[in-house]
């Protein structure tokens, strides 16, 4: 079982960046994709972006060219780098992984992004 804690969000402006980080800890048996999901208030929770353990990435169309996912093997650490934010992108961010972009198994507690108009 892998442990998982978020870490960043906050409050930004419209237009402004934000970065968030995730840190891993205990088995990586089956972990060989980490991803950020996010959930706004009223909607489902998305696959904002996944990497694999070897750098393939994967975007939503919503985030493209504007969020930026990358890992640091020795770390263990994950993060997801947000510029040019629009209030859509508000949503509580959670980290997870799993052995494929398709099923995740493992998930952290979520940290609040708020992008203000």
């Known amino acids: 079982q892998v442990q998982l804690v978020e870490s960043g969000g906050g409050l930004v402006q419209a237009g402004g960046s934000l970065s968030v980080s995730c840190a891993a800890s205990?088995?990586?048996?089956?972990?060989?994709?980490m991803g950020w999901h996010r959930q706004a208030p009223g909607k489902q929770r998305e696959l904002v972006a996944s990497?694999?353990?070897?750098?393939?990435?994967n975007y939503a169309d919503s985030v493209k060219g504007r969020f930026t996912i990358s890992r640091d093997n020795a770390k263990n650490t994950v993060y997801l780098q947000m510029n040019s934010l629009k209030p859509d992108d508000t949503a509580v961010y959670y980290c997870?992984?799993?052995?494929?972009?398709?099923?995740?198994?493992?998930w952290g507690q979520g940290t609040q992004v708020t992008v203000s108009s």
């Open positions: 205990g088995s990586f048996f089956g972990a060989n994709v």
């Open positions: 997870a992984t799993g052995p494929n972009r398709w099923n995740f198994r493992s």
């Open positions: 990497i694999t353990s070897g750098g393939s990435t």
